[in-house]
């Protein structure tokens, strides 16, 4: 196989991770609207006085624009998975296609001890090689941890706009500093 296709599916992953990334610092300044709206020292101490139940429209408004953000991560996932996708058909091929050869090569009388006997095909780039199965590999690994990621934001999401106190939205802001990649 050629270098084209994992050009092909390098930039798949590229240009998704960019749009990962442009949603999650638009995602992080919404979050941090939201979390100082609601939970800011001031409006706590608020709230020990009275508890403020009115709809807040501007509020209503960031809280949909934080779920249409979910919406391009996961967009972003689903694109990410495609490469993956392209990343593990790439390895079959190429697999198939280094079986094939030591097939013919050993039909043709020559000794097929002195081959390679690693299950994973070289394939050659411009000034490189790569293992087919290192590229699988990961693609594999950046799409797990973005799934997990999306999964954390969503919790996040789904939860920040209905805690009673700052303390309690202390620990889903941490979360979401702990793992950047999110928001």
């Given at each position: 196989m050629s270098e084209k296709e994992v050009k092909k599916i390098c930039s798949c992953m590229s240009l998704n991770l960019v749009k990962w990334k442009l949603a999650s610092k638009e995602g992080k300044i919404i979050l941090d609207y939201?979390?100082?709206k609601l939970y800011s020292k001031e409006k706590d101490e608020e709230n020990n006085k009275s508890i403020d139940d009115h709809f807040d429209e501007e509020l209503h408004v960031k809280c949909q624009t934080l779920a249409n953000i979910l919406n391009k991560m996961s967009e972003a996932v689903?694109?990410?998975e495609l490469g993956e996708d392209k990343a593990v058909g790439l390895e079959q091929l190429c697999d198939l296609s280094v079986s094939m050869n030591k097939s013919i090569l050993s039909n043709k009388s020559f000794n097929s001890s002195s081959s390679n006997n690693h299950n994973s095909s070289?394939?050659?780039l411009d000034k490189s090689v790569l293992l087919s199965s290192d590229l699988t590999k990961w693609t594999q690994t950046i799409l797990k941890c973005y799934k997990n990621q999306l999964k954390m934001n969503q919790?996040?999401?789904?939860n920040i706009c209905h805690l009673r106190s700052r303390g309690s939205s202390v620990p889903h802001q941490h979360m979401v500093c702990a793992a950047r990649a999110g928001y």
């Open positions: 939201i979390c100082c689903a694109e990410i070289i394939i050659e919790i996040v999401s789904q």
